[in-house]
């Protein structure tokens, strides 16, 4: 089964980019411009791995994470900033990103991130607590 990835982030060009890339590496991907349109796509699926741009329009990405690590805890956030700060990726690590990449992101740094990703995926899941405390 492919694993599953929702590419966030206010543009266009940047989410085509990130889904061909992943598509031909086995990914099957979702697309959202924004917060809120992130989070009525993750109403009603479990993704895998959420790779989530910083600043948007609206809510940015920090106010996602958190409401993504409430309603899915299992699910990893890949936090995607164009801006090079230290301080903003790790107030996201804080939060519960599990890595951060700089924009424009190499392709090399994104498949190890999601490769960690998904094996911590899969580390958690087969924890017994995780799987009863986090819902999922």
Known sequence: MQPLVMVVDDEEKVRKYLSRLLEKRGFE????ENGAEALGLLAGRDFDVILLDILMPGQDGITVLKEVKKRKPLTE?????????????V???QFGASDYLLKPVDLDSLMVCMREALEQRRFRIAQPETRVKDGQ
């Open 29 to 32: 991907v979702a697309t959202a």
């Open 77 to 89: 956030v890949i936090i995607l900033t164009g801006n090079a700060s230290v301080t903003t990726g």
């Open 91 to 93: 107030e996201g690590m």
